[in-house]
């Protein structure tokens, strides 16, 4: 993961770039001696912005947002306080409860393949609360504290992959289920975990490489990454169908964020949604018959947080979608595999701003 971090500029550091590992810092003094500090942005199919911060002379009236980016993948650092409600959803829409609810931020529910618990991050941890209702437990992930919201249960519920940045980008880990020590599947960084092949032998993963964002696979037990796409801009998401025929994923080739799928070697990639929405992380039902994403307005770049957004619905078999609900959420509401193991409901996060 590259964060950028703000800092107050002094004359003689106008327009420097420094590389320290993974973190970059962009300072600059305009004219006048006005001094802006971190306004980045990453070169992709369209620019994003990862943020802004301007100040004057006199320190205590400098403004900063942090911002973390993702080689592609944007990931504002949310500084507005919210409200993070833990939801599941039935099926026709009609049950929707919340579960969970705090003054903090966590994100990206999985559900565990009993079906007795959800698993979500906050602040670099993974937590799980009981689908009846609870306070969340912590999850020993060993040395593993730094985790982001791309994490999800193995297909016969003994292991969990997560995305973890201990050395400041991110790489995947696999270790059991009930907590442990994680081991390293991934050498190349930033990788980010979406899926895992329903034989339990094969991890999808978005990964960054040379500037751009693409989609790769890699045995459970490490080795050789393969990448599975090579268009221009971002693939991301991968997911796997569960007769392991395809892996859906969302990709801005044409012009705006769809969804698509491909064969699990990369072969015959086909758009699936044809819609005048930003579209993000696919997930096919357990059962096969359904595919739930997140949905933006089409000029929205990137999955940012505290968006309006819908849950959507479409038939795995070809289809028009239908909104399964309207929420003010997007990065952190369902980056990841949260169908129920029944195929009857879906878990997500939504979220409320809170005053300062």
């Known amino acids: 993961m590259i964060r950028f971090q703000f800092l107050m500029a002094r004359p003689s550091d106008s327009n420097h770039f420094k590389k320290s590992r993974a973190v970059w810092t962009w300072l600059a003094v305009l004219a006048g001696g006005v001094m802006l500090a971190g306004m980045g942005e990453i070169p992709r199919h369209n620019a994003a912005w990862a943020g802004l911060a301007m100040g004057v002379p006199a320190p205590e009236s400098l ?116 907590g442990g020590k994680p081991r390293q599947v991934t050498l190349r960084a930033p990788s980010y975990w979406h899926g895992w092949s329903p034989d339990g032998k094969t991890l999808a993963f978005a990964g960054i490489r040379n500037g751009n964002g693409d989609v790769y696979t890699i045995p459970l037990e490490g080795g050789e990454e393969r990448r599975l796409t090579d268009a221009p801009g971002l693939d991301d998401g991968p997911d796997y169908s569960p007769d392991g025929q395809y892996i859906y994923f969302n990709s801005v080739r044409t012009g705006w964020m769809q969804i698509w799928r491909m064969k699990p070697d990369g072969t015959g990639q086909e758009q699936v949604t044809h819609d005048d929405y930003a579209n993000w992380f696919a ?74």
Request: glycine content about 10%; aromatic content about 8%; hydrophobic content about 35%.
């Open 283 to 356: 997930h096919p039902s357990p059962d096969g018959k359904w595919l739930a994403f997140v949905s933006y307005d089409k000029q929205v770049q990137g999955h940012p947080a505290n968006k309006d957004v819908m849950l959507r619905l479409m038939p795995a078999a070809g289809g028009e979608p239908h909104v399964l609900a309207k929420l003010f959420g997007g990065q952190g509401t369902m980056n990841v595999p949260s169908w129920s193991p029944d195929s009857k409901h879906l878990a997500f996060v939504s979220y409320r701003l809170l005053k300062p």
């Open 63 to 178: 403004m900063l947002m942090r911002v973390g980016i993702q080689g592609s993948k944007a990931e504002v650092r949310n500084e507005v306080p919210v409200e993070s409600s833990l939801e599941v959803i039935s099926l026709d829409g009609r049950e929707r409860r919340v579960v969970y609810r705090a003054e903090k931020h966590f994100e990206a529910p999985n559900w565990s393949r009993d079906g007795m618990l959800l698993l979500i991050n906050c602040a670099g941890r993974l937590y799980t609360v009981p689908v009846k209702g609870g306070e969340p437990k912590l999850l020993d992930t060993g040395e593993a504290i730094h985790c982001n919201n791309d994490h999800g249960f193995s297909p016969d519920g003994r292991w969990l992959a997560i995305s973890n940045s201990t050395d400041g980008s991110s790489l995947v880990y696999v270790l059991p289920a009930g």
